[in-house]
């Protein structure tokens, strides 16, 4: 054997070894599947909903019962001053899904609940339409107060275009999943991830441990306690109630099991909805202060 042949040996002999030593990792880091996304057309359904005129004159009541609870001096429902807008494009929404909870293979981090349009009020407050796919068509089913869902979609979409922001409601945080990492876009998020983020491995260990005996069918269910629970679910700490302002649970564009998430039912709440035409399905989010 040449000087040059048992240098080549030698190099193609590490070569494998090296590779073969990978072959573990890279299987670890296959690619994480992405949530189903809202055909075009149903995007475009779902902007005409938020965007049809008895949509409009429901925000405009909606604006006008916020102003009134806020002791503000709003202008009558109906008026050129009090005429709200859509603004902005129709984003989906996506939430942590109980399939990856479970720990199914495959299951993405998080499914389509919704989409949402931001709505501007004259006065410059804001508040968020969701639309959902019910009966065959896409309809309107919550107004909920600020524009989380579409300032969240922006800002992920600028530090990622081809990521994916998702809500995790059990904690109301929001996050940016791009690859194998789980970036925190909120307070909340950063509480649960750290400010750098975590892997998706380590976060689906995190969430299985704080909901995997909550989900649909689990004897907490069956006890009637899934309406919602508080902060410390997220951190494994205790599960007492969580304060009726949290975000609500009526709102989906996919039907099956759901996660526990906190609901707004105060009496207070459903008085709004009333006064405001709206159906019992929907739900009056209220933003907490700090945020």
Same mark, same amino acid.
């Given at each position: 054997? !040449?000087?040059?042949?048992?240098?080549?040996?030698?190099? !193609?002999?590490?070569?494998? !070894?090296? $590779?073969?030593?990978?072959? %573990?990792?890279?299987?670890?880091?296959? %690619?994480? /599947?992405? %949530?189903?996304?809202?055909?075009?057309?149903?995007?475009?359904?779902?902007?005409? #909903?938020?965007?049809?005129?008895?949509?409009?004159?429901?925000?405009?009541?909606?604006?006008?019962?916020?102003?009134?609870?806020?002791?503000?001096?709003?202008? *009558?429902?109906? &008026?050129?001053?009090?005429?709200?807008?859509? @603004?902005?494009?129709?984003?989906?929404?996506? *939430?942590?899904? /109980?399939?990856?909870?479970?720990?199914?293979?495959?299951? /993405?981090?998080?499914?389509?609940?919704?989409?949402?349009?931001?709505?501007?009020?004259?006065?410059?407050? +804001?508040?968020?339409?969701? +639309?959902?796919?019910?009966?065959?068509?896409?309809?309107?089913?919550?107004?909920?107060?600020?524009?989380?869902? &579409?300032?969240? =979609?922006?800002?992920? *979409?600028?530090?990622?275009?081809?990521? &994916?922001?998702?809500?995790? %409601?059990?904690?109301?945080?929001?996050?940016?999943?791009?690859?194998?990492?789980? @970036?925190?876009?909120?307070?909340?998020?950063?509480?649960?991830?750290?400010?750098?983020?975590?892997?998706?491995?380590?976060?689906?260990?995190?969430?299985?441990?704080?909901?995997?005996?909550? $989900?649909?069918?689990?004897?907490?269910?069956?006890?009637? @306690?899934?309406?919602?629970?508080?902060?410390?679910?997220? &951190?494994?700490?205790?599960?007492? /109630?969580?304060?009726?302002?949290?975000?609500?649970?009526?709102?989906?564009?996919?039907?099956?099991?759901?996660?526990?998430? !906190?609901? *707004? +039912?105060?009496?207070?709440? =459903? #008085?709004?909805?009333?006064?405001?035409?709206?159906?019992?399905? +929907?739900?009056?989010?209220?933003?907490?202060?700090?945020?």
């Amino acid at each position: 054997m !040449t000087e040059r042949t048992a240098v080549r040996a030698v190099i !193609t002999g590490a070569l494998a !070894t090296v $590779l073969l030593g990978l072959a %573990p990792h890279a299987a670890l880091a296959a %690619p994480v /599947p992405a %949530p189903q996304a809202p055909a075009r057309d149903g995007v475009a359904a779902a902007r005409a #909903a938020a965007t049809d005129p008895a949509t409009l004159d429901t925000l405009a009541r909606f604006f006008a019962a916020e102003g009134k609870r806020g002791g503000a001096a709003a202008a *009558a429902p109906g &008026t050129a001053s009090a005429a709200p807008r859509i @603004e902005g494009g129709t984003v989906p929404v996506y *939430a942590l899904s /109980p399939d990856f909870v479970r720990g199914r293979a495959a299951a /993405p981090v998080a499914r389509l609940e919704f989409l949402a349009s931001k709505a501007v009020a004259a006065d410059g407050r +804001t508040a968020s339409v969701w +639309t959902a796919h019910r009966g065959g068509s896409w309809k309107v089913v919550n107004i909920a107060s600020g524009d989380d869902e &579409t300032r969240y =979609a922006a800002a992920g *979409a600028a530090r990622d275009a081809s990521g &994916t922001v998702f809500h995790e %409601p059990q904690i109301d945080a929001w996050y940016l999943q791009r690859g194998d990492r789980i @970036e925190p876009l909120d307070a909340d998020a950063r509480k649960a991830v750290g400010a750098h983020g975590t892997t998706v491995d380590a976060y689906r260990k995190r969430v299985a441990k704080a909901y995997g005996d909550k $989900l649909p069918g689990s004897a907490y269910d069956k006890r009637g @306690e899934a309406g919602g629970y508080g902060p410390g679910a997220g &951190t494994g700490g205790g599960t007492g /109630p969580a304060p009726a302002a949290r975000k609500p649970a009526e709102a989906s564009a996919v039907t099956g099991d759901r996660l526990p998430v !906190t609901a *707004a +039912t105060t009496v207070a709440a =459903a #008085a709004a909805l009333l006064a405001l035409g709206l159906s019992a399905t +929907t739900a009056l989010r209220r933003r907490r202060s700090g945020r």
